[in-house]
Protein backbone atom coordinates (compact mmCIF):
# COMPACT_ATOMS: atom_id res chain seq x y z
CA UNK A 1 0.00 0.00 0.00
CA UNK A 2 1.39 3.46 -0.85
CA UNK A 3 2.23 5.99 1.99
CA UNK A 4 4.41 8.96 2.26
CA UNK A 5 6.37 10.41 5.10
CA UNK A 6 6.92 13.89 5.69
CA UNK A 7 10.30 15.13 6.73
CA UNK A 8 12.96 18.04 5.97
CA UNK A 9 14.69 18.53 2.12
CA UNK A 10 18.39 18.26 2.52
CA UNK A 11 19.44 17.40 -0.59
CA UNK A 12 17.64 17.98 -3.79
CA UNK A 13 16.71 15.70 -6.75
CA UNK A 14 14.54 12.68 -6.89
CA UNK A 15 15.81 9.00 -5.96
CA UNK A 16 14.22 5.75 -6.81
CA UNK A 17 14.99 2.82 -5.38
CA UNK A 18 14.83 -0.20 -2.85
CA UNK A 19 14.84 0.64 0.92
CA UNK A 20 18.41 -0.57 2.94
CA UNK A 21 17.56 -0.24 6.45
CA UNK A 22 20.80 0.00 8.39
CA UNK A 23 20.84 0.33 12.30
CA UNK A 24 23.17 3.17 13.09
CA UNK A 25 25.02 0.66 15.20
CA UNK A 26 25.82 -1.56 12.34
CA UNK A 27 26.73 1.24 10.01
CA UNK A 28 30.42 -0.13 9.77
CA UNK A 29 30.30 -3.41 8.06
CA UNK A 30 31.13 -3.24 3.95
CA UNK A 31 28.76 -2.65 1.42
CA UNK A 32 29.36 -3.67 -1.56
CA UNK A 33 27.79 -5.68 -4.27
CA UNK A 34 29.81 -9.23 -5.20
CA UNK A 35 29.76 -10.82 -8.95
CA UNK A 36 27.95 -13.69 -9.55
CA UNK A 37 30.54 -15.87 -9.40
CA UNK A 38 31.48 -14.82 -5.91
CA UNK A 39 27.57 -15.79 -4.29
CA UNK A 40 28.87 -19.25 -3.61
CA UNK A 41 31.99 -18.26 -1.28
CA UNK A 42 30.19 -15.78 0.25
CA UNK A 43 27.34 -17.81 1.51
CA UNK A 44 30.28 -20.06 2.79
CA UNK A 45 31.49 -17.00 4.41
CA UNK A 46 28.44 -16.89 6.59
CA UNK A 47 28.22 -20.28 7.13
CA UNK A 48 32.03 -20.82 8.47
CA UNK A 49 31.24 -17.92 10.85
CA UNK A 50 27.84 -18.53 11.99
CA UNK A 51 29.07 -22.63 12.18
CA UNK A 52 32.17 -20.84 14.46
CA UNK A 53 29.68 -19.34 16.60
CA UNK A 54 27.51 -22.62 17.44
CA UNK A 55 31.01 -24.61 18.07
CA UNK A 56 31.87 -21.47 20.40
CA UNK A 57 28.51 -22.18 22.31
CA UNK A 58 28.66 -25.37 21.84
CA UNK A 59 31.88 -25.14 23.92
CA UNK A 60 30.49 -23.26 26.40
CA UNK A 61 27.24 -25.42 27.10
CA UNK A 62 30.10 -28.58 27.89
CA UNK A 63 31.71 -26.92 30.09
CA UNK A 64 28.74 -25.10 31.89
CA UNK A 65 27.30 -28.28 32.21
CA UNK A 66 30.67 -29.67 34.20
CA UNK A 67 30.12 -26.57 36.47
CA UNK A 68 27.57 -26.38 39.93
CA UNK A 69 24.18 -23.99 40.03
CA UNK A 70 26.52 -21.29 41.28
CA UNK A 71 29.00 -20.93 39.38
CA UNK A 72 26.55 -21.02 36.06
CA UNK A 73 23.06 -20.28 37.20
CA UNK A 74 20.13 -21.48 35.45
CA UNK A 75 19.72 -18.61 33.46
CA UNK A 76 23.40 -18.94 31.48
CA UNK A 77 22.54 -22.11 30.10
CA UNK A 78 19.18 -21.03 28.88
CA UNK A 79 20.78 -17.87 27.37
CA UNK A 80 23.25 -20.02 25.51
CA UNK A 81 20.57 -22.57 24.37
CA UNK A 82 18.32 -19.47 22.94
CA UNK A 83 21.76 -18.07 21.22
CA UNK A 84 22.32 -21.69 19.43
CA UNK A 85 18.59 -21.70 18.41
CA UNK A 86 18.55 -18.20 16.87
CA UNK A 87 21.77 -19.28 14.84
CA UNK A 88 20.39 -21.99 13.52
CA UNK A 89 17.14 -20.70 12.41
CA UNK A 90 16.50 -21.39 9.15
CA UNK A 91 14.45 -17.71 8.33
CA UNK A 92 17.83 -16.35 8.70
CA UNK A 93 20.05 -19.16 7.23
CA UNK A 94 17.64 -18.22 4.08
CA UNK A 95 17.31 -14.86 4.17
CA UNK A 96 20.96 -14.05 4.72
CA UNK A 97 21.22 -16.25 0.99
CA UNK A 98 18.37 -14.23 -0.40
CA UNK A 99 20.47 -11.21 -0.46
CA UNK A 100 23.94 -12.70 -1.11
CA UNK A 101 22.25 -14.63 -4.39
CA UNK A 102 19.46 -12.49 -5.53
CA UNK A 103 20.84 -8.92 -4.84
CA UNK A 104 24.36 -9.68 -4.80
CA UNK A 105 25.04 -8.22 -1.58
CA UNK A 106 28.68 -8.96 0.08
CA UNK A 107 27.92 -10.90 3.23
CA UNK A 108 28.67 -9.08 5.66
CA UNK A 109 26.16 -6.51 4.50
CA UNK A 110 23.14 -9.45 3.67
CA UNK A 111 23.69 -11.22 7.42
CA UNK A 112 23.08 -7.04 8.62
CA UNK A 113 19.91 -6.56 6.40
CA UNK A 114 18.85 -9.98 7.11
CA UNK A 115 18.88 -8.54 10.98
CA UNK A 116 16.99 -6.10 9.99
CA UNK A 117 14.21 -8.09 8.56
CA UNK A 118 14.16 -10.00 11.87
CA UNK A 119 14.52 -7.75 14.17
CA UNK A 120 11.35 -6.04 13.02
CA UNK A 121 8.92 -8.89 13.34
CA UNK A 122 10.45 -9.13 17.11
CA UNK A 123 9.72 -5.61 17.67
CA UNK A 124 5.65 -6.47 16.68
CA UNK A 125 5.66 -9.69 19.08
CA UNK A 126 3.06 -8.93 21.77
CA UNK A 127 4.83 -11.19 23.95
CA UNK A 128 7.85 -9.10 26.28
CA UNK A 129 10.00 -12.06 26.38
CA UNK A 130 10.03 -12.83 23.00
CA UNK A 131 10.07 -9.17 22.37
CA UNK A 132 13.84 -8.72 24.26
CA UNK A 133 15.12 -11.92 22.22
CA UNK A 134 15.74 -9.07 19.86
CA UNK A 135 18.96 -7.95 21.78
CA UNK A 136 20.49 -12.11 21.42
CA UNK A 137 19.69 -11.66 17.80
CA UNK A 138 21.98 -8.60 17.60
CA UNK A 139 24.55 -10.21 19.86
CA UNK A 140 24.74 -13.32 17.88
CA UNK A 141 24.74 -11.17 14.59
CA UNK A 142 27.61 -9.45 15.81
CA UNK A 143 29.29 -12.48 16.94
CA UNK A 144 29.22 -14.05 13.36
CA UNK A 145 30.34 -11.06 11.88
CA UNK A 146 33.28 -11.01 14.37
CA UNK A 147 34.01 -14.80 13.69
CA UNK A 148 33.57 -13.77 9.86
CA UNK A 149 36.28 -10.90 10.29
CA UNK A 150 38.90 -13.73 10.36
CA UNK A 151 37.63 -15.65 7.20
CA UNK A 152 38.82 -13.43 4.39
CA UNK A 153 37.12 -11.95 1.84
CA UNK A 154 36.74 -11.83 -1.92
CA UNK A 155 37.18 -8.12 -1.85
CA UNK A 156 35.96 -5.79 -4.30
CA UNK A 157 35.65 -1.94 -4.42
CA UNK A 158 32.07 -0.62 -3.83
CA UNK A 159 30.52 0.58 -7.02
CA UNK A 160 30.68 4.62 -6.93
CA UNK A 161 27.30 6.32 -8.00
CA UNK A 162 28.53 7.14 -11.16
CA UNK A 163 29.35 2.86 -11.98
CA UNK A 164 25.99 1.89 -11.15
CA UNK A 165 24.17 0.66 -14.59
CA UNK A 166 20.85 0.70 -13.42
CA UNK A 167 18.38 3.75 -14.95
CA UNK A 168 15.27 4.07 -14.11
CA UNK A 169 14.24 2.09 -17.55
CA UNK A 170 16.05 -0.54 -16.33
CA UNK A 171 14.87 -0.57 -12.65
CA UNK A 172 11.23 -0.99 -13.77
CA UNK A 173 12.45 -4.45 -16.10
CA UNK A 174 14.77 -5.51 -13.78
CA UNK A 175 13.46 -6.06 -10.18
CA UNK A 176 16.07 -8.18 -8.82
CA UNK A 177 20.14 -6.82 -8.72
CA UNK A 178 21.23 -3.71 -9.85
CA UNK A 179 18.79 -0.72 -8.66
CA UNK A 180 19.33 2.20 -6.49
CA UNK A 181 19.36 1.89 -3.02
CA UNK A 182 18.25 3.84 -0.22
CA UNK A 183 19.83 4.05 2.61
CA UNK A 184 17.36 4.05 5.55
CA UNK A 185 18.64 4.78 9.49
CA UNK A 186 17.56 6.44 12.27
CA UNK A 187 20.38 8.21 12.33
CA UNK A 188 23.27 9.20 11.21
CA UNK A 189 26.52 10.91 12.17
CA UNK A 190 28.35 13.11 10.02
CA UNK A 191 31.19 10.78 10.22
CA UNK A 192 29.10 7.87 8.68
CA UNK A 193 27.38 9.74 6.03
CA UNK A 194 30.79 11.30 4.78
CA UNK A 195 31.94 7.40 4.79
CA UNK A 196 29.19 6.67 1.65
CA UNK A 197 31.07 8.99 -0.44
CA UNK A 198 31.92 6.44 -2.48
CA UNK A 199 29.67 4.49 -1.37
CA UNK A 200 26.46 2.34 -3.33
CA UNK A 201 23.54 4.43 -2.36
CA UNK A 202 21.34 6.82 -4.76
CA UNK A 203 19.83 8.57 -1.18
CA UNK A 204 19.11 8.66 2.23
CA UNK A 205 16.60 9.00 4.91
CA UNK A 206 17.06 9.49 8.81
CA UNK A 207 14.13 9.55 11.57
CA UNK A 208 16.24 12.78 12.99
CA UNK A 209 18.54 15.93 12.15
CA UNK A 210 17.62 19.05 11.03
CA UNK A 211 18.40 21.23 7.76
CA UNK A 212 21.50 22.21 8.86
CA UNK A 213 22.64 19.46 10.90
CA UNK A 214 26.15 18.31 10.03
CA UNK A 215 24.64 15.07 8.65
CA UNK A 216 22.52 17.05 6.64
CA UNK A 217 25.40 19.27 5.31
CA UNK A 218 27.43 16.24 4.63
CA UNK A 219 24.36 14.44 2.79
CA UNK A 220 23.77 18.01 0.35
CA UNK A 221 27.81 17.66 -0.26
CA UNK A 222 27.07 14.03 -1.66
CA UNK A 223 24.26 16.03 -4.09
CA UNK A 224 22.45 13.12 -3.98
CA UNK A 225 18.57 13.01 -2.65
CA UNK A 226 17.75 13.25 0.96
CA UNK A 227 15.28 13.45 3.51
CA UNK A 228 16.24 14.14 7.88
CA UNK A 229 13.62 14.54 10.10
CA UNK A 230 11.19 11.16 8.66
CA UNK A 231 10.48 11.03 12.38
CA UNK A 232 9.41 7.13 12.26
CA UNK A 233 10.54 6.59 8.62
CA UNK A 234 13.05 3.86 9.69
CA UNK A 235 10.21 2.25 11.48
CA UNK A 236 7.40 2.47 8.62
CA UNK A 237 9.96 1.54 5.59
CA UNK A 238 10.40 -2.42 5.62
CA UNK A 239 13.34 -3.74 4.68
CA UNK A 240 13.13 -4.12 0.52
CA UNK A 241 10.51 -1.65 -0.29
CA UNK A 242 10.39 0.46 -3.29
CA UNK A 243 10.65 4.12 -1.71
CA UNK A 244 10.93 7.34 -3.73
CA UNK A 245 12.75 10.27 -1.89
CA UNK A 246 11.92 13.54 -3.01
CA UNK A 247 15.17 15.88 -1.86
CA UNK A 248 13.19 18.87 -2.76
CA UNK A 249 10.53 18.43 -1.05
CA UNK A 250 11.19 16.68 2.04
CA UNK A 251 8.84 13.94 1.98
CA UNK A 252 9.14 9.98 1.37
CA UNK A 253 6.94 7.78 -1.08
CA UNK A 254 6.89 3.99 0.46
CA UNK A 255 5.78 1.14 -2.14
CA UNK A 256 4.75 3.55 -4.58
CA UNK A 257 1.93 2.64 -7.90
CA UNK A 258 3.22 2.37 -11.34
CA UNK A 259 1.74 5.88 -11.76
CA UNK A 260 3.50 7.33 -9.02
CA UNK A 261 6.73 5.76 -10.00
CA UNK A 262 6.59 7.32 -13.53
CA UNK A 263 5.50 10.83 -12.63
CA UNK A 264 8.56 10.93 -10.13
CA UNK A 265 10.33 8.92 -12.97
CA UNK A 266 9.66 12.15 -15.06
CA UNK A 267 10.22 14.63 -12.50
CA UNK A 268 13.69 13.14 -12.23
CA UNK A 269 14.60 13.29 -15.30
CA UNK A 270 13.32 17.08 -15.36
CA UNK A 271 15.93 17.79 -13.25
CA UNK A 272 18.46 16.34 -14.86
CA UNK A 273 17.81 18.63 -17.76
CA UNK A 274 17.86 21.81 -15.62
CA UNK A 275 21.01 20.37 -14.07
CA UNK A 276 22.22 19.61 -17.75
CA UNK A 277 21.21 23.65 -18.55
CA UNK A 278 23.05 25.13 -15.70
CA UNK A 279 26.11 23.19 -16.68
CA UNK A 280 26.38 25.63 -19.57
CA UNK A 281 27.42 28.30 -17.14
CA UNK A 282 30.41 26.90 -15.89
CA UNK A 283 32.78 29.37 -17.44
CA UNK A 284 30.15 32.56 -17.29
CA UNK A 285 31.56 34.95 -14.88
CA UNK A 286 29.84 35.89 -11.65
CA UNK A 287 28.63 39.55 -12.94
CA UNK A 288 25.59 40.89 -11.82
CA UNK A 289 23.44 42.68 -14.07
CA UNK A 290 24.90 46.23 -13.15
CA UNK A 291 28.61 44.83 -13.36
CA UNK A 292 29.34 43.74 -9.45
CA UNK A 293 31.90 40.78 -9.64
CA UNK A 294 30.97 38.11 -7.05
CA UNK A 295 33.42 35.57 -5.36
CA UNK A 296 31.80 31.76 -5.55
CA UNK A 297 33.83 29.40 -3.06
CA UNK A 298 33.66 26.36 -2.08
CA UNK A 299 32.99 24.78 1.31
CA UNK A 300 34.55 21.08 1.46
CA UNK A 301 35.27 18.51 3.83
CA UNK A 302 38.02 16.32 2.82
CA UNK A 303 41.60 17.13 0.80
CA UNK A 304 39.96 15.42 -2.05
CA UNK A 305 37.32 17.54 -2.41
CA UNK A 306 39.42 20.29 -3.68
CA UNK A 307 39.25 18.48 -6.84
CA UNK A 308 35.55 18.63 -6.79
CA UNK A 309 35.45 22.41 -5.99
CA UNK A 310 37.65 23.96 -9.08
CA UNK A 311 35.53 21.25 -11.65
CA UNK A 312 32.21 22.94 -10.34
CA UNK A 313 33.99 26.48 -11.14
CA UNK A 314 34.88 28.07 -7.59
CA UNK A 315 37.26 30.33 -7.37
CA UNK A 316 38.85 28.95 -3.92
CA UNK A 317 37.97 26.84 -0.70
CA UNK A 318 36.41 29.29 1.84
CA UNK A 319 35.62 26.75 4.35
CA UNK A 320 37.37 23.82 4.90
CA UNK A 321 35.71 21.56 7.73
CA UNK A 322 39.17 20.60 8.54
CA UNK A 323 37.03 18.31 11.99
CA UNK A 324 36.34 15.52 9.64
CA UNK A 325 40.05 14.67 9.43
CA UNK A 326 39.72 14.23 13.33
CA UNK A 327 36.17 12.07 13.82
CA UNK A 328 36.13 8.65 13.90
CA UNK A 329 39.55 7.99 15.20
CA UNK A 330 39.16 6.96 18.16
CA UNK A 331 41.49 9.26 19.93
CA UNK A 332 43.88 8.88 17.22
CA UNK A 333 44.15 12.52 16.75
CA UNK A 334 45.70 13.32 13.31
CA UNK A 335 49.53 13.95 14.02
CA UNK A 336 51.19 17.42 12.56
CA UNK A 337 52.81 15.92 9.26
CA UNK A 338 49.72 13.87 8.28
CA UNK A 339 47.50 16.85 8.67
CA UNK A 340 50.20 19.07 7.08
CA UNK A 341 50.17 16.60 4.07
CA UNK A 342 46.30 16.69 3.87
CA UNK A 343 46.03 20.66 4.19
CA UNK A 344 49.19 20.51 1.25
CA UNK A 345 47.56 18.07 -0.63
CA UNK A 346 44.00 20.41 -0.61
CA UNK A 347 46.10 23.81 -1.63
CA UNK A 348 47.73 21.80 -4.58
CA UNK A 349 44.60 20.12 -5.81
CA UNK A 350 43.39 23.93 -5.98
CA UNK A 351 46.01 24.96 -8.48
CA UNK A 352 46.73 28.53 -7.05
CA UNK A 353 43.61 29.57 -5.73
CA UNK A 354 43.18 30.17 -1.94
CA UNK A 355 42.20 27.88 0.54
CA UNK A 356 40.61 28.47 3.72
CA UNK A 357 41.24 26.37 6.51
CA UNK A 358 38.74 26.30 9.19
CA UNK A 359 40.33 25.29 12.45
CA UNK A 360 39.05 22.07 14.06
CA UNK A 361 35.50 22.71 14.90
CA UNK A 362 34.43 19.65 16.84
CA UNK A 363 31.64 19.31 19.31
CA UNK A 364 27.65 19.42 19.15
CA UNK A 365 26.56 17.27 16.67
CA UNK A 366 30.06 16.26 15.32
CA UNK A 367 31.55 14.15 18.00
CA UNK A 368 35.03 13.30 17.54
CA UNK A 369 34.21 9.89 18.19
CA UNK A 370 30.42 8.37 17.74
CA UNK A 371 30.76 5.63 19.89
CA UNK A 372 31.16 8.70 22.72
CA UNK A 373 28.26 10.95 22.62
CA UNK A 374 28.35 13.99 24.63
CA UNK A 375 25.66 12.44 26.87
CA UNK A 376 27.15 13.89 29.89
CA UNK A 377 26.40 17.75 29.07
CA UNK A 378 22.79 18.87 28.38
CA UNK A 379 24.07 21.36 25.93
CA UNK A 380 26.75 20.40 23.82
CA UNK A 381 26.37 22.61 21.17
CA UNK A 382 26.37 25.10 23.84
CA UNK A 383 29.76 23.77 25.74
CA UNK A 384 33.23 22.51 24.86
CA UNK A 385 32.96 23.19 20.87
CA UNK A 386 35.12 24.75 18.26
CA UNK A 387 37.92 27.11 19.29
CA UNK A 388 37.20 26.41 22.98
CA UNK A 389 38.02 22.85 22.76
CA UNK A 390 41.83 24.05 20.57
CA UNK A 391 42.02 26.61 23.54
CA UNK A 392 41.44 23.74 25.93
CA UNK A 393 43.92 21.29 23.96
CA UNK A 394 47.15 23.66 22.97
CA UNK A 395 49.35 20.77 22.47
CA UNK A 396 46.41 19.28 20.02
CA UNK A 397 46.39 23.22 18.35
CA UNK A 398 48.99 23.74 18.42
CA UNK A 399 50.04 20.90 16.04
CA UNK A 400 46.93 22.21 13.75
CA UNK A 401 48.25 25.64 13.48
CA UNK A 402 52.11 24.34 12.73
CA UNK A 403 50.56 22.13 9.65
CA UNK A 404 48.33 24.74 8.39
CA UNK A 405 51.34 27.08 8.53
CA UNK A 406 53.46 24.59 6.89
CA UNK A 407 51.12 23.97 3.55
CA UNK A 408 51.01 28.30 3.19
CA UNK A 409 54.33 27.53 1.89
CA UNK A 410 52.47 25.70 -1.03
CA UNK A 411 50.21 28.54 -1.97
CA UNK A 412 47.43 30.76 -0.79
CA UNK A 413 46.15 29.70 2.77
CA UNK A 414 43.82 31.53 4.70
CA UNK A 415 43.40 30.33 8.53
CA UNK A 416 39.36 30.61 9.60
CA UNK A 417 38.83 30.12 13.65
CA UNK A 418 35.33 29.07 14.40
CA UNK A 419 33.03 29.98 17.40
CA UNK A 420 34.69 33.09 18.85
CA UNK A 421 33.03 35.37 21.42
CA UNK A 422 35.63 36.90 23.84
CA UNK A 423 38.17 39.64 22.88
CA UNK A 424 40.50 37.02 25.30
CA UNK A 425 39.58 34.02 23.04
CA UNK A 426 41.25 36.12 20.10
CA UNK A 427 44.01 36.97 22.18
CA UNK A 428 45.11 33.94 22.84
CA UNK A 429 44.70 32.18 19.36
CA UNK A 430 46.66 34.95 17.87
CA UNK A 431 49.56 33.86 20.74
CA UNK A 432 49.28 30.53 19.73
CA UNK A 433 49.72 31.23 16.20
CA UNK A 434 52.82 32.98 17.04
CA UNK A 435 53.95 30.39 19.19
CA UNK A 436 53.35 27.47 16.29
CA UNK A 437 55.93 30.21 13.99
CA UNK A 438 58.42 30.07 16.78
CA UNK A 439 57.78 26.08 17.02
CA UNK A 440 59.11 25.94 12.84
CA UNK A 441 61.62 28.58 13.47
CA UNK A 442 63.45 26.56 16.17
CA UNK A 443 63.04 23.42 14.00
CA UNK A 444 64.03 25.13 10.87
CA UNK A 445 60.76 24.10 9.07
CA UNK A 446 59.32 26.20 6.17
CA UNK A 447 56.12 27.70 6.22
CA UNK A 448 54.08 30.40 4.51
CA UNK A 449 52.19 33.83 5.26
CA UNK A 450 48.45 33.47 6.27
CA UNK A 451 45.84 35.85 6.60
CA UNK A 452 43.58 34.94 9.54
CA UNK A 453 39.77 35.33 10.00
CA UNK A 454 36.97 34.61 12.30
CA UNK A 455 33.45 33.14 11.82
CA UNK A 456 31.04 35.72 12.71
CA UNK A 457 28.54 32.87 14.10
CA UNK A 458 27.72 33.88 17.85
CA UNK A 459 25.43 36.92 18.33
CA UNK A 460 28.24 37.99 20.74
CA UNK A 461 30.39 38.14 17.95
CA UNK A 462 28.32 40.02 16.01
CA UNK A 463 27.77 42.76 18.58
CA UNK A 464 31.01 43.41 19.15
CA UNK A 465 32.77 43.18 15.26
CA UNK A 466 35.03 46.40 16.06
CA UNK A 467 37.29 43.79 17.98
CA UNK A 468 36.99 41.22 15.59
CA UNK A 469 37.67 43.57 12.48
CA UNK A 470 41.16 45.18 14.56
CA UNK A 471 42.38 41.61 15.00
CA UNK A 472 41.53 39.88 11.52
CA UNK A 473 42.47 40.23 8.37
CA UNK A 474 38.77 38.82 6.87
CA UNK A 475 35.39 37.87 8.33
CA UNK A 476 33.31 34.81 6.98
CA UNK A 477 29.66 34.55 8.63
CA UNK A 478 28.62 31.06 9.72
CA UNK A 479 24.84 31.41 9.33
CA UNK A 480 24.15 28.01 10.50
CA UNK A 481 25.13 28.42 13.85
CA UNK A 482 24.28 32.57 14.06
CA UNK A 483 20.63 31.33 13.59
CA UNK A 484 21.17 28.43 15.95
CA UNK A 485 22.24 30.78 18.65
CA UNK A 486 20.12 34.07 17.94
CA UNK A 487 17.34 32.31 17.90
CA UNK A 488 17.95 29.11 20.57
CA UNK A 489 16.97 26.92 18.29
CA UNK A 490 19.10 23.27 18.01
CA UNK A 491 20.12 22.79 14.19
CA UNK A 492 20.05 19.01 14.84
CA UNK A 493 16.51 19.06 16.30
CA UNK A 494 13.87 18.30 13.85
CA UNK A 495 11.10 19.09 16.61
CA UNK A 496 12.66 22.83 16.30
CA UNK A 497 13.11 22.86 13.00
CA UNK A 498 9.50 24.97 12.00
CA UNK A 499 11.77 27.99 13.67
CA UNK A 500 14.74 27.43 12.49
CA UNK A 501 14.24 30.85 10.09
CA UNK A 502 17.47 32.16 8.46
CA UNK A 503 15.02 35.54 7.67
CA UNK A 504 14.25 36.43 11.27
CA UNK A 505 15.18 39.72 11.22
CA UNK A 506 17.26 39.72 14.23
CA UNK A 507 19.59 37.22 12.34
CA UNK A 508 19.12 39.32 9.19
CA UNK A 509 20.49 42.69 11.08
CA UNK A 510 23.36 40.70 12.56
CA UNK A 511 23.96 39.74 8.67
CA UNK A 512 23.37 43.20 7.34
CA UNK A 513 25.55 45.15 10.05
CA UNK A 514 28.52 42.44 9.80
CA UNK A 515 29.21 42.60 6.05
CA UNK A 516 28.38 46.84 6.43
CA UNK A 517 31.06 47.76 9.15
CA UNK A 518 33.60 44.71 7.30
CA UNK A 519 33.23 46.81 4.16
CA UNK A 520 33.63 50.30 6.18
CA UNK A 521 36.62 48.77 7.10
CA UNK A 522 37.83 47.28 4.23
CA UNK A 523 38.03 43.51 5.46
CA UNK A 524 36.56 41.09 3.12
CA UNK A 525 33.22 39.17 4.89
CA UNK A 526 31.65 36.06 3.10
CA UNK A 527 29.33 33.86 4.24
CA UNK A 528 29.89 30.30 4.48
CA UNK A 529 26.60 28.94 5.80
CA UNK A 530 23.74 26.89 4.12
CA UNK A 531 22.20 30.42 3.44
CA UNK A 532 25.54 31.10 0.98
CA UNK A 533 24.01 28.03 -1.45
CA UNK A 534 20.29 28.65 -0.70
CA UNK A 535 18.87 30.13 -4.15
CA UNK A 536 16.34 31.99 -2.23
CA UNK A 537 18.58 33.75 -0.26
CA UNK A 538 21.38 34.96 -3.13
CA UNK A 539 19.54 38.23 -4.32
CA UNK A 540 18.71 39.32 -0.36
CA UNK A 541 22.07 38.28 0.65
CA UNK A 542 23.20 40.65 -2.75
CA UNK A 543 20.89 43.33 -1.53
CA UNK A 544 22.63 43.27 1.81
CA UNK A 545 25.97 43.86 0.17
CA UNK A 546 27.26 40.40 0.23
CA UNK A 547 29.97 40.00 -2.53
CA UNK A 548 31.55 37.06 -1.33
CA UNK A 549 29.74 33.11 -0.54
CA UNK A 550 30.98 29.80 0.01
CA UNK A 551 28.95 26.92 -0.13
CA UNK A 552 28.73 22.98 -1.36
CA UNK A 553 30.58 22.96 -5.16
CA UNK A 554 27.10 21.26 -6.07
CA UNK A 555 25.24 24.75 -5.68
CA UNK A 556 27.81 27.12 -7.09
CA UNK A 557 25.77 27.33 -10.80
CA UNK A 558 22.32 27.62 -9.11
CA UNK A 559 23.18 30.63 -7.28
CA UNK A 560 25.88 32.15 -10.01
CA UNK A 561 22.49 31.89 -12.58
CA UNK A 562 20.71 34.10 -9.83
CA UNK A 563 23.84 36.42 -9.33
CA UNK A 564 23.79 37.10 -13.34
CA UNK A 565 20.06 37.72 -13.45
CA UNK A 566 20.15 40.34 -10.35
CA UNK A 567 20.82 44.25 -10.17
CA UNK A 568 22.37 44.93 -6.68
CA UNK A 569 21.66 48.49 -7.21
CA UNK A 570 17.63 47.69 -7.07
CA UNK A 571 18.37 44.76 -4.40
CA UNK A 572 20.28 47.06 -1.95
CA UNK A 573 16.85 49.04 -1.55
CA UNK A 574 14.37 46.36 -1.37
CA UNK A 575 16.90 44.53 1.51
CA UNK A 576 16.89 47.89 3.81
CA UNK A 577 13.12 47.88 3.32
CA UNK A 578 13.25 43.86 4.33
CA UNK A 579 15.18 44.55 7.63
CA UNK A 580 12.69 47.12 8.80
CA UNK A 581 9.72 44.14 8.47
CA UNK A 582 8.15 41.81 11.80
CA UNK A 583 8.24 39.28 8.92
CA UNK A 584 11.04 39.04 5.99
CA UNK A 585 9.69 35.88 5.19
CA UNK A 586 6.54 37.00 3.67
CA UNK A 587 8.33 38.96 1.19
CA UNK A 588 11.22 36.63 0.02
CA UNK A 589 9.79 34.40 -2.91
CA UNK A 590 10.82 31.05 -2.44
C1 LIG B 1 28.12 27.75 10.17
O1 LIG B 1 27.93 27.64 11.38
O2 LIG B 1 27.39 28.42 9.41
C2 LIG B 1 29.26 27.07 9.54
C3 LIG B 1 29.57 27.27 8.30
O3 LIG B 1 29.95 26.16 10.29
P1 LIG B 1 29.37 24.71 10.65
O4 LIG B 1 28.15 24.49 9.82
O5 LIG B 1 30.42 23.72 10.34
O6 LIG B 1 29.08 24.82 12.10
MG1 LIG C 1 29.45 26.85 12.65
Redesign the pocket.
Known sequence: MTFSIHGLPVARGIAIGRAVLVASSRLDVAHYFIEPSQVEAEINRVRDGRDAVVEEIHRLQESIAQMGPKEAPHEMAALLEVHSMLLQDDELAQGVKHWIKDRLYNAEWALTSQLEVVARQFDEMEDDYLRERKADLEQITERVLRAMRGVSSPLIQPLGRGERKSSQQDLLLDDTVDVPLILVAHDLSPADMLQFKQSVFAGFITDVGGK?S?TA?VARSLDIPAVVGARLGSQLIRQDDWVIIDGDAGVVVVDPSAIILAEYGFKQRQGELARGRLARLLHTPAVTLDGQKIELLA?IEMPDDAVGAVNAGAVGVG?F?SEFMFMGRHGKLPNEEEQFLAYRRAVEGMQGLPVTI?TV?VGAD?PLDDTVRDNAHLNPALGLRAIRWSLAEPTMFLTQLRAILRAAAFGQVRMLI?MLAHASQIRQTMSLIDHARVQLDNRGVAYGPVQIGA?I?IPAAALTLRVFLKYFDFLS??????I?YTLAIDRADESVAHLYDPLHPAVLRLIADTIAQGQAQGKPVSV???MAGDVTCTKLLLGLGLRSFSMHPTQILAVKQEILRADTGKLAGWATQLLAEDEPALRVVK
Open positions: THINLRRDKPMEIGTNDLQCGE
